[in-house]
């Protein structure tokens, strides 16, 4: 069974710029969580698609949305780049509701200059 | 509010030791689902154990075992007889059961190192 995964792996854009962010999850789940980890705020929660529909989101700023397609893929995109948005992207896939285990990518690396 | 506390930023013990990952949690609801994830250097999180809030029962699974304990809200984490390749960063999760979504709130995690 394939695992999820993040495209791409590494990412450099320059501030202002704009970045899309995509996540295959594992065959049969719906659900796809998105997180950004700092090492000044570690694993924050951005934001969760559920069938489509975004089921919850995270703090954090309008610059930041997402949306999942019907075959569950992901993307998550950033607009208006600020330094700060460089961390690790990771997306996790889970078959559906709370507490379903989550299983993770491998992340996007993005770092913004 | 959801938290998670990992007291123990960093750690580092001689191979074939054991070794306790701490764990604190708070949260005002009855329903809830613990986890435990290891990142190795590669970056992935490595989804570990799920425990819900029902289940107080200690788990073992190979050199790893959990000790929940609801009555102080703490779920432990020991490897026993510790390797190298038990070097990784891990966090304890907390689920957040009011909106029905599957996000988690970690804590800051744990940095463990094994010398050989």
């Known amino acids: 069974k394939a695992g999820v995964t993040q495209t791409p792996r590494y990412l450099i854009k320059t501030r202002g710029q704009q970045v899309t962010l995509s996540c295959s999850p594992i065959?049969?789940?719906?659900?796809v969580s998105w997180y950004q980890q700092t090492p000044g705020q570690g694993l924050q929660f951005l934001f969760e698609?559920?069938?489509?529909?975004?089921?919850n989101k995270g703090n954090f700023p309008g610059r930041f949305s997402g949306r999942q397609f019907s075959n569950s893929r992901s993307e998550m995109n950033v607009s208006t780049l600020e330094l700060g948005d460089s961390a690790l992207y990771l997306c996790?896939?889970?078959?559906?509701?709370?507490?379903?285990?989550?299983?993770f990518g491998q992340g996007t690396r993005l770092t913004v200059v | 509010a959801q938290k998670v506390t990992q007291a123990q930023t960093e750690i580092s013990v001689v191979e074939k030791e054991d070794v306790t990952l701490d764990c604190v949690y708070e949260t005002r609801d009855t329903t809830y689902y613990l986890f435990w994830y290891k990142q190795p250097p590669s970056g992935e999180l490595v989804f570990l154990i799920r425990?819900?809030?029902?289940?107080?029962q200690n788990e073992i699974s190979g050199r790893y075992s959990w000790n929940f304990q609801k009555s102080t809200s703490s779920f432990n984490f020991t490897i026993t007889a510790s390797q190298v390749v038990d070097s990784a960063v891990y966090f304890c999760?907390?689920?957040?059961?009011?909106?029905?979504?599957?996000?988690?709130?970690f804590g800051t995690g744990t940095r463990l190192t094994v010398i050989p």
């Open positions: 999760a907390l689920s957040d059961p009011q909106t029905g979504a599957n996000n988690l709130f």
């Open positions: 065959s049969g789940h719906r659900s």
């Open positions: 425990r819900n809030s029902f289940d107080e």
């Open positions: 996790a896939s889970s078959l559906d509701g709370t507490g379903s285990e989550a299983f």
């Open positions: 698609y559920f069938s489509e529909t975004q089921r």
